[in-house]
């Protein structure tokens, strides 16, 4: 699934990235803390963090991430919006807080692969 | 190949622009054809590097040397240096402040992420001494750029 389908699927707002929108979705992480995610988020995920500052670019664009979903309504910092449009890295905002927007992505058959 | 040798200025505190020499350094590494797997580990190793320098060491240089059998990365900063390195390692040790915990850092992961994602890890530092991360990778992994 691209990642412009979860936008369509589910009514996400495009904060930034547009250019990065079929990027394939190959699974999902949560997380908040950068390190944790760095290390356990999978390759090519749509990533659902609370975090809005514009580090959150750097470690989708490293662990080469699909999307980031920002959850529970929280809105990126404008810096965070310009590096995503440099990176081609989409920034996706929903109402829903983490759990309930993982929810909906594992109902639409976005899972991660074993290992 | 010859060896190629690049080095980036990392600035203390400067977290618009932290982790910018490890995306450059990944974006190289990709034009290089190195092998994907072993990109992804210098990724993470260096986007933590870069990272313990923007938030707790100061202005820094961040150095990437790729040889024909490894990579290294060498991450230095004029800061205040490690008191207790056995103890830095620990998982879960932070000594970051509450400001930036509330951005997402400070889970006292990074080294353990180096440590784990590197072949070898060498910090030298001291109290005022600042500090310096060498990370070796070797490079069997040769010729599978093109895996997913
Ligand atoms: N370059 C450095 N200069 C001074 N102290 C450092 C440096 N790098 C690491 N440290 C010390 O080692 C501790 C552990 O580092 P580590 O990267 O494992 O965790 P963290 O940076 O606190 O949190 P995280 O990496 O999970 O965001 C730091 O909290 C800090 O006290
Ligand atoms: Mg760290």
Known sequence: MQAKALVEQFGLTVAAGEGGLERLVKGGYCGDLLSEVMANAPIGCAWLTIQVHQNIVAV???????????????????????????????????????????????????????? | MPPLKKCFHIKGRDFIHAGQAAITVQKLLRQMGIAQSLIRRIAICGYEGEMNVVMHGGDGLFCVEIDADRISLEISDDGPGIEDIARAMERGFSTALEEYQEMGFGAGMGLPNMENHSDELHIESAPGKGTTVRMLFHSPETGDSQED
């Open chain 1, 60 to 115: 989708a664009v490293l662990r080469e991430m699909a999307a980031i979903i920002i959850a529970g309504g929280n809105t990126p910092d404008e810096g965070t919006r310009t590096r995503a449009d440099q990176e081609g890295i989409p920034v996706l905002l929903t109402e829903l807080d983490s759990f309930s927007m993982a929810g909906k992505l594992f109902k639409a058959g976005v899972v991660n692969e074993p290992g």
